[in-house]
Structures are given as C-alpha cells and as structure tokens.
C-alpha cells in the first residue's frame, strides 16, 4: 500500500511563479524524501529531510516536515519550464539502517512558458 | 560515477511467456531494489536486498516473481508466467547502506514492460 498522498494530483503554473506540492502520510517515520521523474531523466532523488528536522533548503527547494500533523511540502521557487515533471514524496519508516521507502501517487507539475 | 543500468529497456510479450530483466547497481551500493510502476501510480518496492540476503520481499507476488541477487551485484527480475496487470515500467534502484537517517536512492531508467 503506498502510504504518502501527495496534493494536488495535478498543478499547472507559469514560468517564474512558486510551485507548491503537499504530501500526508499515516504512520510514524524515520526520514521523508521528495523524488521528480520525467521522461528524460527518469526517476531523480531531490532531498531528504530527517524525522528531527523541520525544513531543508537545496537550491530552489523547501521542504518541510511536521511530524505531528503527519504532513509535508515541497515549495519550488521561481519554476522553469525544465521543472514540468512528476513529483513524489516517499516515506522511510525503518529505523534498521535500510532505507524501505513507501512512495505516493505522485503530483504533475507543468510549467507554461 | 556511472549510474544504475538496466535492460532491456522495453519488451513486449504476450500472456503467459516469461521475461526477465537485468540490473547492475552503482559501485559500491550494497543495498539493491526492485520497484513496480504502473501508469499514473507512485513505484511500488517489490523486493530489497542487502547484497545478496533478502531485506524485504513482502510486496513480491512469489507465485509469479522471483529475484535474485549472485554475488551482491547483479541482479535479475523474472515473471514466469506473466499476465495482462504485469504491464509496467520495472524499476531498479541502489543506494549506500547504514546511514543513519536514511539514504537516498538512485534509479535506473527502468525497463518498460508490455503484456499483450
């Protein structure tokens, strides 16, 4: 069973404006990880963000975490039309020092020039 | 560093043949896995290894799938005999173990499967 929900399920945006995407999950985790897949590039690891952690920032990236909503959100800033992909956040709930992730049904981002 | 490989990267086969996909992780990754993607869904984990010990495997129709893993390399996935709801796109991933807090995953660019 895929345990994050990601929200919206679809966003269209032009050039230049912020891009917001929400993830919810159900159980308790050790990491959260936000992924993109395109046609071109495939599936792409974009951050991770610990369970004791509560934002994270890496170029035109913010995540956030809290924990006790259970929730999370990528913010992309300034998009690009090389942004229009799909996004998927995925839960690691083991503490075993494997990481198993339990990805979601993903957001599509496009992005009009 | 070269990345995750995987072929094919298409096949097409009818009911009830067999197939089998190849993957060979990044240097040095340990951890190797499978995933399933069917079409406007998230990748599903059906199996985990750690080198070439089984991690998870709970998502794995056994019936159908087997995989393995020689030497802590390699890997293959075989569906024997496949059916119609095994189209999907195969996805093989690595990543470095034992890192606390998690690690990230690398991704191959999957084989896309087609079962007619």
């Known amino acids: 069973s895929q345990q994050g929900e990601e929200d919206p399920q679809a966003l269209s945006i032009q050039e230049g404006e912020n891009a917001t995407m929400n993830c919810s999950y159900k159980?308790?985790?050790?990491?959260l990880q936000w992924y993109r897949q395109n046609s071109g590039r495939g599936l792409v690891h974009l951050i991770l963000?610990?369970?004791?952690?509560r934002e994270k920032h890496s170029g035109r990236l913010r995540v956030t975490l809290d924990t006790s909503k259970k929730s999370s959100s990528l913010l992309i800033t300034a998009s690009r039309a090389a942004d229009t992909a799909s996004y998927f956040c995925?839960?690691?709930?083991?503490?075993?020092?494997?990481?198993?992730?339990?990805f979601g049904k993903g957001t599509m981002l496009l992005v009009s020039p | 560093e070269a990345g995750v490989a995987q072929s094919p990267r298409y096949k097409i086969i009818e009911k009830r043949q067999s197939v089998a996909f190849w993957c060979n992780p990044i240097?040095?990754?340990?951890?190797l896995y499978w995933y399933q993607q069917i079409l406007g869904q998230g990748p599903k984990l059906l199996i985990q290894f750690q080198n070439n010990g089984v991690v998870d495997d709970s998502q794995l129709p056994k019936d159908r799938f087997s995989a393995e893993r020689l030497k802590g390399v390699d890997s293959t996935l075989k569906i024997q005999p496949a059916k119609l709801e095994d189209s999907a796109v195969y996805l093989c991933?690595?990543?470095?173990?034992?890192?606390?807090?998690?690690?990230?995953?690398?991704f191959g660019p999957g084989t896309r499967l087609t079962v007619l």
């Open positions: 991933a690595s990543s470095r173990p034992g890192l606390a807090g998690g690690s990230e995953q690398f």
């Open positions: 159980t308790s985790i050790n990491n």
């Open positions: 240097s040095g990754h340990a951890t």
């Open positions: 995925a839960t690691d709930a083991t503490n075993s020092g494997y990481s198993t992730l339990t």
């Open positions: 963000i610990r369970s004791n952690e």
